[in-house]
């Protein structure tokens, strides 16, 4: 396929909209990547993240209803789109591919 | 559970910069982030919040300019439209343009450099902290004579002032004592010699380099330099701890601070502590401890927050009288606000103030620079609405497809808003670039400190304010024309336009005012510097007497000058003119009616060095028993009410205002021509000159007429003798015709300045008068060409052109002339002897101006005469 460039905090943001499902917005994506990889990271890279996730075409959105929370404010919600999916398989097969090679040499 | 808010503020912002179709997500992705923490901690909550809320303020986020702004799209079509044509419109007429731009900016860079230097001394004084707090005490004496007035107080007022008066914070002495040889290593220089108190520094400001304020001056024998007296004797060793050599005694070093700012009255460059010189005489220790009588402190006070100056010099006045004896002169003190000192010291004597400043030249300067600014915008608005007559089928085709009045003027004024913005770039840049040469004009030492808040303020409305006045009358003017007569296009020389007419004729008046002004003033100075003073300035040189060895070996130091081929007389003598030192005077008693003459001791060389005419009587005599004769001059007989003065006997009662114990009885052996002893602002005063072996007051000088031939060899010669006499003390010489140019050194400043001034002004009036005649002559082109084809030749057709500006500045001078002959009048009969104004000076500056403008004028008329009528008729 086709190269796509996704830089590591893309492909960490890709990763958790897949693994949330149905439920990847802003907030819970933030919390589960702070969860996982135990840091703090901050929303807006988040929010940057995944407007260049959009524009590639890597992901989709879609808006929830209006509830009381968030003042009001609809959620917007993320879904991985089968060219996103695709990505992930191909970086997925080349981490595999490469981490395969490394010689079965004790780093006792 | 009611929701707590996200701060109001960064909400706002996020919502005024964030694009909307993102808005929606990340507004509510924060605030949910937001009630998150609210929780635990609401104030970390909100901090976050807004954090998060700046965060987001990049690119992606932010509305694009399109989507912002362009909403309104049809005002900002027009908007770029307005600019789009004002911007051709400038590069169409080059020329006029530039003119615009050159003569506003340098009419803005005066006006700026004018208004730096009157806020300079308006400020005055100004920069101290209390300054507001801070006081003088004058002492106000009464004599036979009238009131006198003092800044000195006598050296008990300030120490019993603080213990006394619960109003009074601080009290401060200044006390000035002539002059000292400072040295360090083997360097060698003369220094004056100003003792404060230790408080000095609580009560003025002084940038500390080195040393500690609290303590510098509280031991004898300290002294605190400033900044460039410590690089003057220390060079690059640091000077703190270093011992100061002087001629009285020596001094340690305590304190370096920054050199006093051109606009402090005090500008001492060093200060020795006030409890040295107890410690090196123990007269003065007892004067310090007793004196309540004279006037020798400079006292300053520093009041407390709410303590009223009136009752503050009543209490001094009761304190004073207290110790002062009954029969004691009749002595009153008051108090000066700092503030007023520079202004307000005209009349004070032995005022210790580094730059006494007149009020008067902050009006006259304040004045000049509105009219340059006037001058510049008067051609601005003249260019404009004849530029605009250009632009007149502009005009009326907006308005015909319906341009309102208000829409045109808002285009005009937006066009001189951008015009005035350019200019003030460019002043600005001049003023940075000409700061050096105009603090050495005027002998400030002004910052260019256009970048501080209210420097741009002033400038910014400044700018904003001529835009409108400049901008404002073309932009009426040509909004209220009818568009069917602008469309029929009516003729470029006959449109009338009074205002712009009459504009062009102020302009031209203070143009002619100015040069006229500059002429008197020059005329003056050059009758100053050539005014016969009675004796012969040039070749003098004056050597200072600074050491006992070179006073008392009179006769060999003398003899030994004598010596020097160069040099052909010697003289000495107590004073000499164009001195800055306070000359003596003396009460003088003939047949019981005093008189205050200036006072004189000298040999009897005097009068042939200095080459001064023995009008009756004769010379002193190479004899002690002249000790009691004296010579006066003209003033003096006529003064004293003298009928065949030689042979007379006077009898002198006191010296400087201080009686003698016992009248001094003196002979009257000579008269001599009067003689302009100091600047000839003052008139002649009456003048006795005693012979020098008097008991009265020391020689102090040497004069020596030499020949210019071999100068730097003469010179050495006389460091020679005065070494041999005296290897403590370096020479001191001066050339007296330069000591005496110095009297008028300000006088010069001013009228460079004032002549600077005036050649700007009729500058920016002549390239105003430039550009106006190339637009005249753009537009009649056609007409020009028409009757050149009916035969009219080139002188009619200059004339034709020309006669209409010159006919306006005709007017001008008949009304330039008066103001001008009324103005300088005023100015130059502030001088006792001075050149009267005449006729002729005025009708100069009305010549120049007119052959100035002439010039002008025809460079463009005559090229548009003589052009050939086919190439402006032939595309029509």
């Known amino acids: 396929m086709k190269e796509i460039s996704l830089g590591e905090f893309g492909e960490l943001v890709l990763l958790t909209v897949a693994a949330l499902h149905d439920e990847a917005y802003g907030v819970s994506i933030l919390e589960n990547m702070e969860e996982k990889q135990g840091k703090k990271v901050n929303i807006s890279a988040i929010h940057v993240t995944l407007k260049r996730l959009e524009d590639k075409g890597l992901v989709k959105s879609r808006f929830g209803g209006i509830t009381s929370e968030r003042g009001g404010r609809r959620k917007k919600f993320y879904m991985i789109t089968a060219y996103g999916k695709k990505a992930l398989d191909y970086q997925y097969a080349l981490r595999t591919g490469l981490y395969h090679q490394i010689p079965k040499i004790s780093f006792g | 559970m009611k929701k707590a808010p996200p701060p109001e503020r960064a909400l706002k912002f996020l919502r005024w910069f964030c694009r909307d179709d993102y808005l929606e997500e990340i507004e509510g992705n924060l605030i949910e982030i937001f009630e998150d923490q609210y929780a635990a901690s609401p104030h970390r909550a909100g901090w976050k919040f807004t954090w998060n809320v700046m965060l987001h303020f990049r690119p992606v986020f932010i509305k694009s300019y399109k989507t912002q702004w362009s909403l309104n799209s049809s005002n900002s079509d027009m908007l770029k439209n307005y600019l789009l044509i004002g911007w051709r419109n400038m590069l169409k007429n080059k020329l006029v343009s530039a003119v615009n731009l050159a003569g506003l900016s340098m009419g803005f860079t005066a006006a700026i450099f004018i208004a730096l230097y009157v806020t300079g001394e308006l400020n005055f004084d100004r920069y101290h902290t209390a300054a507001d707090r801070i006081y003088r005490i004058t002492k106000t004496v009464q004599t036979d004579q009238g009131e006198r007035h003092m800044a000195r107080a006598a050296a ?14 601080q009290a401060v002495r200044i006390a000035v004592f002539g002059r000292l040889t400072a040295g360090y290593g083997t ?29 510098a001056l509280d031991e004898p024998h300290s002294v605190v330099l400033t900044e460039r007296l410590a690089e003057k004797y220390f060079g690059d060793e640091p000077p703190l701890g270093k011992i100061l050599f002087t001629n009285w005694f020596e001094a340690t070093v305590t304190g370096v601070i920054g050199d006093f700012p051109s606009n402090s009255h005090l500008d001492p460059p060093m200060l020795f502590s006030l409890s040295t010189m107890n410690t090196i005489s123990g007269e003065f220790k007892n004067y310090m401890e007793n004196d309540w009588a004279s006037s020798r402190f400079s006292t300053y006070l520093l009041l407390e927050e709410e303590a009223r100056p009136e009752t503050v010099a009543t209490q001094i006045n009761d304190l004073s009288r207290k110790h002062l004896p009954a029969d004691h002169q009749q002595v009153s003190y008051s108090l000066q606000p700092l503030k007023d000192i520079h202004f307000y010291s005209g009349d004070l004597e032995s005022d210790y103030n580094a730059h006494k400043g007149q009020m008067a030249y902050v009006y006259i300067f304040s004045a000049i620079g509105f009219l340059i600014l006037f001058i510049a915008f008067i051609n601005y608005i003249n260019l404009s609405t004849a530029g605009g007559m250009k632009r007149l089928k502009e005009i009326g085709l907006r308005k015909t497809i319906g341009a309102g009045r208000n829409q045109l003027v808002f285009q005009f ?14 002043a600005m840049a001049m003023i940075y670039l000409l700061m050096p040469a105009f603090n050495t004009l005027s002998g400030k030492n002004l910052q260019p400190d256009l970048t501080g808040g209210t420097a741009l303020l002033i400038i910014l409305v400044t700018g904003l304010l001529s835009a409108v006045l400049a901008g404002g009358y ?5 909004s209220r024309l009818k568009p069917s007569l602008i469309l029929k296009n009516t003729s470029g020389l006959h449109g009338k336009n009074p205002a712009g007419q009459l504009l062009l004729v102020v302009q031209f008046s203070i143009a002619i005012v100015m040069i006229a002004a500059t002429i008197v003033i020059n005329r003056q100075m050059n009758f100053i510097r050539n005014k016969d003073l009675g004796y012969n300035r040039n070749q003098l040189v004056t050597v200072d007497i600074n050491s006992q060895p070179m006073r008392q070996q009179y006769e060999g130091v003398k003899a030994s000058f004598l010596g020097i081929p160069g040099v052909e007389k010697v003289t000495t003598s107590t004073r000499v003119p164009g001195e800055w030192k306070n000359l003596h005077s003396a009460t003088v008693i003939h047949e019981n009616s005093p008189a205050e003459l200036h006072y004189v001791a000298a040999d009897e060389d005097y009068l042939p060095t200095y080459e001064i005419t023995l009008l009756e009587g004769r010379n002193f005599s190479h004899a002690a028993a002249d000790s009691l004769k004296i010579l006066i001059n003209q003033e003096a007989v006529k003064v004293l009410g003298l009928k065949d003065p030689v042979g007379q006997f006077l009898e002198i009662s006191g010296f400087m205002r201080e009686e003698l114990e016992k009248p001094v009885l003196v002979e009257v052996i000579g008269v001599i021509r009067d003689l302009h002893f100091q600047s000839v602002r003052e008139k002649i005063m009456p003048l006795m000159v005693s012979y020098y072996l008097n008991p009265f007051y020391p020689i102090d000088y040497y004069t020596l007429r030499i020949d210019t031939r071999d100068l730097p060899e003469t010179l050495a010669a006389i460091r020679g003798v005065t070494q041999q006499f ?11 015709d330069e000591k005496f140019e110095e009297l008028y050194s300000n006088d010069t400043k001013r009228s460079d300045l004032f002549g600077l001034a005036a050649i700007l002004g009729i500058f920016i009036a002549c390239i105003g008068l430039f550009g106006l005649t190339k637009i005249m002559v753009e537009k009649s082109v056609k007409e020009i060409g028409i009757r050149k084809v009916l035969g009219a030749g080139v002188l009619n057709i200059t004339w034709l052109i020309s006669g209409k500006f010159l006919r306006l500045i005709g007017i001008a001078f008949l009304i330039g002339t008066p103001v001008a002959w009324w103005v300088t009048r005023g100015w130059i009969s502030g001088f006792a002897y001075h050149t009267p104004v005449t006729l002729d000076m005025l009708l100069m500056a009305g010549f120049i101006v007119l052959v100035i403008s002439i010039l002008t004028v025809s460079i463009q008329t005559i090229h548009a005469a003589k052009a050939n009528p086919v190439q402006s008729l032939r595309d029509e």
Do not use: K, W
């Open chain 2, 187 to 215: 360097f060698r220089d003369y220094e004056p010699m100003i003792a404060v108190d230790s408080n000095f520094f609580q009560v003025f400001d002084c940038r500390f380099i080195a040393g500690d304020p609290e303590i």
């Open chain 2, 726 to 736: 005296d290897p403590e003390n370096p020479l001191e010489y001066h050339f007296l």
């Open chain 2, 156 to 169: 008990r007022i300030a120490p019993a002032a603080v213990e006394n008066l619960p109003a009074v914070q």
């Open chain 2, 474 to 478: 073309p932009a009426f003017y040509l």
């Open chain 2, 413 to 426: 004024m937006g066009e001189s808003m951008v015009m005035v913005i350019l200019t003030l770039v460019l």
